[in-house]
Structures are given as structure tokens and as C-alpha cells.
């Protein structure tokens, strides 16, 4: 069983920055693969980044890249967020959620989630 538990969400300023983190406990795999996805009021979860845990297969949504930037540390168990210049439009909770194999960016497809971290930006 694999347990995700998202922190570091907040308010901020438009322009300022955050960190998300998704701890990973229980048992993993070498080809477990962790997502951040985000749900705005009103509108569908949609995908924001994705990394695999054995190698830098790296993915991002266009509206973030440039600005977000998806890492990990593998002794930590640990992936983060690190979300720079953030717009107003960037308001939303945000989920990590886990799969095996390889990365997608369609949330159906991912069988784990955490409860999610509310961000706010204000303009």
C-alpha cells in the first residue's frame, strides 16, 4: 500500500513562489512514477507535471513550463513542486498522485492519491 501526503501549499502574491512536496511511504518500485495535478472551483483536475522515480523522465503541462519545476530526492522519498512567478491562474488544490511504469498525464490513469494542498495567488 502506498501512502502520498502533500504539504507546502498557501497564499501568495502573483509573482512570488512555492514549494510543494509529496512524501512516499510504503512500498515503491523501481519504475513508480509520481504526478502533481490541479483542481481549480468548477473545473476538471488537470495535469501539471510528472516524474519517474528511477530516471529523469520529465513532463509538464505548457501553462507551467518555464515556471514550475519537478524534482525528487529518492532518500527522502520525497518529489517536489518548485512553482516560480506564480499567476493568479495558478489557484487550485493540488494533488500528487502515483502510477507504475511510465508517465501520462491523464489522472484516470493514476491508481494513488494524496488529500491535496490548497494554493492560493492573489493578483
Known amino acids: 500500500q502506498v501512502h502520498l501526503v502533500e504539504s507546502g501549499g498557501g497564499l501568495v502574491q502573483a509573482g512570488g513562489s512555492l514549494r510543494l512536496a509529496c512524501v512516499v511511504s510504503?512500498?515503491?518500485?523501481?519504475?513508480?512514477?509520481l504526478g502533481w495535478f490541479r483542481q481549480a472551483p468548477g473545473k476538471e483536475r488537470e495535469f501539471v507535471a510528472t516524474?519517474?522515480?528511477?530516471?529523469?523522465?520529465?513532463l509538464y503541462t505548457d501553462s507551467v513550463k518555464g515556471r514550475f519545476t519537478i524534482s525528487r530526492d529518492n532518500a527522502k522519498s520525497t518529489v517536489y513542486l518548485q512553482m516560480d512567478s506564480l499567476k493568479p491562474e495558478d489557484t487550485a488544490v493540488y494533488y500528487c498522485?502515483?502510477?507504475?511504469?511510465?508517465?501520462?498525464?491523464?489522472?484516470?490513469?493514476?491508481?494513488?492519491w494524496g488529500q491535496g494542498t490548497q494554493v492560493t495567488v492573489s493578483s
Open positions: 498522485a502515483g502510477r507504475l511504469f511510465t508517465v501520462a498525464t491523464t489522472p484516470n490513469l493514476y491508481t494513488q
Open positions: 510504503g512500498r515503491t518500485f523501481v519504475n513508480y512514477v
Open positions: 516524474i519517474r522515480l528511477n530516471d529523469e523522465g520529465i
